[in-house]
């Protein structure tokens, strides 16, 4: 039977209790960045050797099924609704017809003056209209729309170098642990990035935030430092929104997990330097929350909250539901915030989308190991963290209605020669009672794996999406498809490679690849996709490249 007990993650969930208040909290540390263009004419040095990343701290959780937990974790629900069974893609009938624009080498072995500090990247970016920013494990460089570097040599600085200033104590300071996270808020243009950071015996852990001052991401910037204690903030996942800015963690100790975390941050706070409040739901039930993030000029309707979304692989056997929450924060009063299904449900509550039953888990469904993808030349299979939802849960409203986008990885024959494709959803009026699945397709033109992706619309409902493609015939290499507003339903059109993997990932000890890409849309036309992931030209351990690249379709202007 496949049934997991970990004895000591078992004790730890069962040990935790649903706590329905929110846990409010001030920064521990906040402070004024140089101008970044300042920080990077300073020399800078490694704050730590080549390491993989999560050694020691796997953030794959384990599935719990166990009578105890599932007595514990009903799942609490004021609207149920039957998504459609998910469209099957197997063959494309249509050229894509959008044409890759810029596509440059980015941060990685492609860099010169480029040391790797740590793997996976956690390959991640943000748009304004005039710059590009892109954070890796553990740099972040910024290049104009054409690929030319805009800081000085080397072109890059280490990321913890925004918080140099705050006090000797301040973790942020201290350690560039990575996990970053970078987005432009184009209705205020500013920058905001984060990562966490954590002391080497895992017993002091916090979430750092940088907010530029102005639009130009070479400036000065806001810090602040968030403290967790004992629990590290893995994975955060970042969603920007008209009254606040939003994270969802995954919390560990340093052999147990603690619980899927929802937090809000005062965003007007942050934008102007002020001590900005930080509000936090945590389930010990659930697993890796991710909220929405607009895009567009178009704001949510007034009193829209953000929606969080997730699904129960963690603690449940098929089929499967996808989870909305609706998360209001009041900075006001931290202790009237909510997190629930927003129909007067208690905390924890969702509106629950019940998944048919060939929603699986990529890799037989995880069966204990989401490491299945093949690559050309070795026996070495890579992670397709098929446990959870891809970064970012897009959101745009298109005055008629607005939609969610979100893909993940699953598995379309159960276990058999096709371990991981390409799932997306469009979700639309997703604050209703009931939402409306509107597309929900699984994208398996052929025998390659797809996996890591992440998706976006243009301001006229095409979409765009990017991804990692692997097999035992080829390198992984980087990917994009997409679909006009008006093609047929559950369709996207025929890929296109953006880059041909030139080697295979051989390291014995990291299976490891990407953590997460990220898709997003340039503020300048709201037309153009501007897409960043991982490759490797020659196999080896520890030895990637990422790529930037764009494209737009041709009826968008």
Known sequence: MRKMLIASLLASTGAMAQVSAPLVSQPTFTGVSEPLNTIAMRAQTSAFAVSEFRIGRDHTRVKLLTEELLTKAPTISAVSLNAPAAYNQTVTVQALGAPIGANFEALGLGTPGFTILGAPPDTTL???????????NSQVAVYNKAGVPQLPAPGFVLGNAFWANMPATSLCKQFNRGDPLVLYDRINQRWILSQFAFTADGT????????????????????????????????GKMGIWPDAMYMSYNM?????????KACAYDKAAMYGGAAATQICFTSANDFSFLPSDLDGTTLPPPGTPNIFVSWNWYNVFPPYTMQLRKFVPNFVSPALSTFNDGFGG???????????????????????????????GTTRQLDTLGDRQM??????????????????????????????????????????????????????????????????????????????????????????????????KNMLRTEVLVQAGGGSQTATNHT???DYSTMQIDPVDDCTFWYTTQYIAASGSFVWHTRIASFKFPNCN
């Open 126 to 136: 943000a748009v304004s209209p005039t710059q590009i920013v892109q954070w890796v």
């Open 204 to 235: 002091n852990n916090a979430q750092c935030f940088a907010v530029s001052q102005t639009s130009n991401a070479l400036g000065a910037y806001n810090l602040y430092e968030y403290n967790f204690g004992a629990d590290l903030p893995d994975y």
């Open 252 to 260: 560990f100790g340093p052999s147990t997990f603690n619980g899927a």
């Open 346 to 376: 208690p905390t924890f509550s969702s509106v629950r989308i019940l998944l048919d039953a060939n929603t699986l888990a990529p890799c037989n469904d995880g069966s204990g190991s989401f490491t299945c993808v093949p690559q050309l």
């Open 391 to 488: 970064y970012r849960l897009a959101y745009r409203n298109f005055g008629a209605y607005q939609s969610l986008l979100v893909t993940q990885a699953v598995d379309p024959d159960a276990g058999g020669t096709k371990k991981a494709q390409l799932r997306w959803w469009e979700i639309r009026n997703p604050a209703s009672s009931p939402p409306i699945v509107y597309q929900n397709s699984t994208y398996n033109p052929s025998a390659d794996s797809r996996w890591m992706s992440s998706a976006a619309f243009d301001k006229l409902g095409n979409m765009g999406v990017g991804y990692s493609a692997s097999s035992a015939t080829i390198n992984p290499g980087i990917r994009v498809s997409g679909r006009l507003k008006n093609d047929p």
């Open 512 to 514: 490891r690849w990407g």
